[in-house]
């Protein structure tokens, strides 16, 4: 493979990692994304049972500029729209900071797809047009199908998979709308499937015959080409456009100096600092409190780091 993204759900701590490990290949391209939630509702603030809903949505950065405006998304999220866990976002704020990202439109829990399972057609395509508006030729739809090989696994995701791959691609053609296939990747090799069902038991307190609790597929390894190739060769564009966005991302970094916070001269917080003693010129003991706004605050020379 040519790249491989990170998209963790909500959240970007791994990039750091991912990009450190990532050094060790540089025939791979790294690309860093996330699935963020993007609520129902015009206001990611409101947050009451009646305005608990989210979409996921696919966003990955092409420059360094995507790369500020996906920590922009996400930061705002957990900042101002975290709701039961998930650091949600609306529409507008995707809007703000879409410059410099690629977006895709998420598995059957994306916005399009749920309208689709929903049989409210008219609202997928008012939404499939609202992100092509804002993203251009940056937006793709997603194509998945994830066919449980094993009894005890989620066969219900296929049916829906194939429901909702039969409008996006009517929708790719009907508004000139790039496709694009992926497949959930929850661990690295097929054999760990069982091994992540166990995982889903702890993290959900369920017991592992309980006939209740959630399945996965258990197809959400990281598949190869090959396989890729196997379940999506009836539909070539959706395959070459993996390419086609990998091609887009270009190579940057994101290593800085730390960025400490300015204090404002009106600080009353007071914390424990060392001072330096007159008479001897070293640190006094004990230590003395002194202001905030004494101890901390940058100079005007160097309260400006960009």
């Given at each position: 493979?040519?790249?491989?993204?990170?998209?963790?759900?909500?959240?970007?701590?791994?990039?750091?990692?991912?990009?450190?490990?990532?050094?060790?290949?540089?025939?791979?391209?790294?690309?860093?994304?996330?699935?963020?939630?993007?609520?129902?509702?015009?206001?990611?603030?409101?947050?009451?049972?009646?305005?608990?809903?989210?979409?996921?949505?696919?966003?990955?950065?092409?420059?360094?500029?995507?790369?500020?405006?996906?920590?922009?998304?996400?930061?705002?999220?957990?900042?101002?729209?975290?709701?039961?866990?998930?650091?949600?976002?609306?529409?507008?704020?995707?809007?703000?900071?879409?410059?410099?990202?690629?977006?895709?439109?998420?598995?059957?829990?994306?916005?399009?797809?749920?309208?689709?399972?929903?049989?409210?057609?008219?609202?997928?395509?008012?939404?499939?047009?609202?992100?092509?508006?804002?993203?251009?030729?940056?937006?793709?739809?997603?194509?998945?199908?994830?066919?449980?090989?094993?009894?005890?696994?989620?066969?219900?995701?296929?049916?829906?998979?194939?429901?909702?791959?039969?409008?996006?691609?009517?929708?790719?053609?009907?508004?000139?709308?790039?496709?694009?296939?992926?497949?959930?990747?929850?661990?690295?090799?097929?054999?760990?499937?069982?091994?992540?069902?166990?995982?889903?038991?702890?993290?959900?307190?369920?017991?592992?015959?309980?006939?209740?609790?959630?399945l996965y597929s258990k197809q959400e390894w990281m598949k190869t080409t090959a396989e890729m190739n196997e379940i999506f060769g009836h539909i070539p564009e959706a395959l070459a456009n993996t390419i086609?966005?990998?091609?887009?991302?270009?190579?940057?970094?994101?290593?800085?100096?730390?960025?400490?916070?300015?204090?404002?001269?009106?600080?009353?917080?007071?914390?424990?600092?060392?001072?330096?003693?007159?008479?001897?010129?070293?640190?006094?003991?004990?230590?003395?409190?002194?202001?905030?706004?004494?101890?901390?605050?940058?100079?005007?020379?160097?309260?400006?780091?960009?």
């Amino acid at each position: 493979m040519p790249a491989l993204a990170i998209t963790d759900h909500g959240n970007m701590y791994g990039v750091k990692e991912f990009l450190k490990v990532a050094k060790k290949f540089p025939e791979v391209k790294p690309i860093i994304g996330c699935e963020i939630y993007v609520t129902k509702h015009y206001d990611h603030k409101l947050k009451d049972k009646d305005h608990r809903g989210y979409y996921h949505l696919i966003l990955l950065a092409k420059d360094y500029n995507g790369y500020k405006n996906l920590m922009k998304i996400v930061s705002t999220g957990h900042i101002e729209g975290k709701y039961y866990e998930k650091p949600r976002v609306s529409h507008e704020i995707v809007e703000k900071y879409s410059e410099g990202l690629v977006c895709c439109s998420a598995c059957i829990g994306g916005e399009i797809p749920r309208l689709i399972r929903e049989e409210k057609y008219d609202q997928a395509e008012e939404a499939a047009l609202w992100y092509k508006n804002l993203f251009g030729e940056d937006y793709y739809l997603e194509l998945q199908l994830h066919k449980a090989s094993v009894a005890r696994a989620n066969h219900e995701a296929y049916e829906m998979q194939l429901k909702v791959n039969e409008k996006l691609i009517e929708y790719s053609k009907k508004f000139d709308v790039g496709l694009v296939c992926t497949n959930d990747v929850h661990f690295v090799d097929e054999e760990h499937a069982e091994a992540h069902d166990r995982l889903i038991c702890l993290s959900t307190g369920k017991d592992l015959d309980d006939p209740q609790r959630m399945l996965y597929s258990k197809q959400e390894w990281m598949k190869t080409t090959a396989e890729m190739n196997e379940i999506f060769g009836h539909i070539p564009e959706a395959l070459a456009n993996t390419i086609a966005i990998a091609d887009k991302v270009e190579e940057y970094k994101i290593t800085h100096a730390p960025l400490m916070p300015g204090a404002p001269a009106t600080a009353r917080r007071r914390v424990l600092t060392p001072v330096m003693s007159h008479s001897m010129g070293s640190i006094s003991s004990p230590n003395f409190m002194v202001p905030l706004s004494q101890s901390l605050a940058p100079s005007p020379k160097t309260a400006n780091l960009t």
